[in-house]
């Protein structure tokens, strides 16, 4: 079964919704550098944010957004959490 694409064109080219996850997920990453970490939470209000995403502030959701060094945090915290959910269910 072929996977379902974006709108987004490159060239003509359609991009795979993964593409597309991949492409966010890097610009996101590595294109808000902040080396001082200025403005930044504290590290526990970004682990709040991804143990639970409901208890988190909006405020971080928001800096995560434009923020490369927390963002990256974040999906660390996520992916770690995805792996202890993910060892329990064997």
Known sequence: MAR???RLRNG???FSDKKVGETARR???ED???PERRGCPPISE???LADRPLEGK???LGHISFCSPCYRDHGS???ALK???HGKCR
Do not use: C, E, M, Q
């Open 77 to 79: 915290f996520l992916r």
């Open 46 to 48: 970004i682990k709040l």
């Open 12 to 14: 003509g080219k359609k």
């Open 4 to 6: 379902p694409r974006s």
């Open 83 to 85: 792996k202890k959910h």
């Open 32 to 34: 808000f550098p902040n």
């Open 58 to 60: 909006d405020w971080v």
């Open 27 to 29: 610009h996101f990453a």
